[in-house]
């Protein structure tokens, strides 16, 4: 009779090797701890009193955090009957956010230092004079908007560096790429943030998760151009037929191809009746 197979051998287990198996199953705890101690850490940073911003930092703040502007004014909600855009803010009042023309021209303001708030490319922006009078705007790079230089409010950070030659400058703060080279700041937010990092850039910090940059406007023309084929294709553009004539000066009307044919045919008939005439005189 065959000899019966032999057992496999049973391996023993060392120490070390529990050890390592201990080890292993930890690291999963481990990294979860560190999770919930970053949760933690981030509510704690939520919760931690602020120091109070105090004159131009608080108007500042609430103008460069403010996400109504451009939206129907909250302050009179359409009572005149229109829709009434909020591009007004209060200096004096900063916490009563963007409000129509009607609203900050009202007797309640009277007397306040009133500023208006425009648009370039779905990003809000002021007037570099107006700007200039209100706080220092040293290293922020302007631009030149419908012949108006105008300097904006918020951060613009590029999603990807844009084709071509590489500016001479970039943002300190979110990396834009610059046009002077002397500037260091894309926004006036981002300068105040950069030099004020105690008290400014905290307050920032606690909304910048509830910003969103350059919105598309998500209208049915824009879906209906970005969608449909911008080149026509080769066999369409060999059957176009071509482009009728223009009419003659003082005409008045464009020359349509049937009545070129029929202009055409006139003037050959009355050539062979010439044609004709001439002969007929030379019988006789």
């Known amino acids: 009779a065959a000899p019966a197979a032999a057992a496999p051998a049973r391996k023993r287990s060392s120490p070390g090797d529990e050890v390592a198996a201990e080890d292993e199953g930890g690291s999963d705890d481990e990294d979860e701890d560190a999770d919930q ?44 009957g229109r829709d009434v ?26 007397g306040h230092r009133i500023v208006q708030v425009r648009r370039s490319t779905y990003h809000e922006v002021l007037k570099a004079g107006e700007a200039q009078s209100l706080l220092d705007v040293t290293d922020v ?45 894309c926004s006036i937010r981002c300068k105040y943030e950069h030099e004020h990092p105690d008290d400014f850039a905290k307050y920032v910090a606690r909304v910048k998760h509830l910003e969103t940059y350059a919105p598309r406007p998500n209208s049915r023309a824009a879906l209906t151009y970005h969608n449909k084929p911008h080149t026509k294709p080769a066999a369409a553009a060999a059957s176009k037929p071509a482009k ?41």
């Open 37 to 80: 101690d970053e949760d933690q850490e981030a509510q704690q940073q939520q919760q931690e009193p602020l120091p109070e911003l105090v004159g131009q930092l608080k108007w500042l703040y609430h103008l460069t955090t403010s996400r109504n502007f451009f939206k129907q004014c909250s302050h009179c909600k359409g009572s005149s």
């Open 85 to 110: 855009s909020a591009t007004y803010f209060d200096l004096q009042d900063p916490a009563s956010g963007p409000m129509c023309h009607q609203c900050a021209s009202g007797s309640a303001r009277s």
């Open 141 to 185: 790079q302007p631009y030149v908007i419908n012949a108006a230089k105008v300097l904006f409010l918020r951060p613009r950070p590029q999603p990807r560096a844009p084709k071509g030659q590489a500016m001479p400058s970039r943002c300190v703060v979110d990396g834009r790429q610059l046009m002077d080279p002397g500037t260091k700041y």
């Open 244 to 284: 009728p004539k223009p009419a003659a000066a003082g005409s008045g009307k464009a020359a349509s191809p049937g009545s070129s044919k029929a202009a055409a045919a006139a003037t050959g008939k009355a050539a062979e009746d010439a044609a004709g005439g001439s002969s007929s005189k030379k019988q006789r």
